[in-house]
Structures are given as C-alpha cells and as structure tokens.
C-alpha cells in the first residue's frame, strides 16, 4: 500500500494526463473547426461567384461574408495557440514525457518560412483573400455606378483590409518563451 504522498503524486499525475488529453482533443477539434470553415468558405464564394457572374451586385456579398469566417478561423488559431502554449508551459514540465510541444514550437521558430508569416495564415487567410477580390472583379467589370453597388463596393474594400489585418495578427510568430 502506498503512502499518502505517493497517492496524492499519483493523482497528480492522472490529473495532468487528464487535462493534456482534453487539451489535446480541443486542439484537434479546433484544427478541424478551421478546415470546416475554409470549407464553408470555398462553398459560400463558388455559389456567391457563381451567380454573380449572371446576376448583378450578388458577387459583392460575399467579401463581408468572408471577413466573418476569416474572424471564426483566427479565433479558432489563438485558442488553438493558447492551449498549446499551456500544454507546453505548464504540463509538459510536470511531466515527464511530454514533450510533443515543446518540440512543434522548437521546430517552428528554427524554420524561418516567409518571415514572421505561418504557412497555414498564408494558406488559409490567402483563400479568403483571394475570394474576396475575385468577387469584387467579376462585380467591377460590370458595375452600372448605381449607389448601391458604391456602398457595397466601400463594404467589401473594407473587408478586404480587416482580412489582411486578420491574417497579420494570427500570421506573428507566438511570442519566445
């Protein structure tokens, strides 16, 4: 039978394990939450572009719609940058064993890609980018300058900007720890 020490440790130990795991699903369902909206993403500018090349100004809702989804995706980045910094930080010391952040975050700050940019803000956010902008040239090459189409073109320009903010903000490298 084991002391009161050594079961307290043991309990400690299970309660880390615990929360790594949970931790670790919650970052696995958040990738797959990201994936799930470049997805909706790709969906919403292929109908919106798709009937835009026929029918007038519909092409111009679409970049607004995007900035939304570019908002769900970066949200799901920093959560999924905040658990694997806590994993890293307060579990993985406590641990032996654990190991498998620390060594993704050593690994990404020795490979110096483009600068401070992630690949995966470059894939992710250049595919709201790209969409927005295609709406916003199949709609330019045939505006009529009613004020409609004026307001929504202003709308979607600035959602064009809060994208590339966007993906300025989720493309820093997390701080050095």
């Not at 798709?50 to 719609?65: F, K, R, T, W």
């Not at 799901?76 to 994993?87: E, K, L, Q, T």
């Amino acid at each position: 039978m084991g002391t009161t020490s050594e079961k307290r440790i043991d309990i400690e130990r299970r309660g880390i394990e615990l929360e790594y795991t949970t931790l670790r699903s919650e970052i696995l369902k958040r990738i797959e939450m990201r994936q799930q909206i470049v997805s909706i993403a790709l969906t919403l500018a292929g109908i919106f572009l798709g009937i835009g090349l026929s029918n007038e100004s519909v092409a111009l809702i679409y970049p607004p719609l995007a900035m939304f989804l570019a908002f769900g995706w970066a949200q799901n980045d920093y959560r999924i940058r905040d658990s694997a910094r806590y994993i890293r930080e307060n579990l993985e010391s406590a641990m032996p064993g654990l190991r498998y952040e620390t060594y993704v975050q050593q690994k990404r700050q020795s490979s110096e890609g483009l600068g401070s940019w992630r690949f995966v803000v470059l894939s992710h956010g250049g595919v709201f980018l790209i969409t927005q902008l295609l709406a916003i040239s199949i709609e330019a090459l045939k505006l009529t300058f009613n004020p409609l189409e004026w307001v929504l073109l202003a709308v979607d320009l600035m959602a064009v900007l809060v994208v590339i903010w966007i993906m300025a903000q989720s493309g820093r490298k997390a701080e050095k720890k």
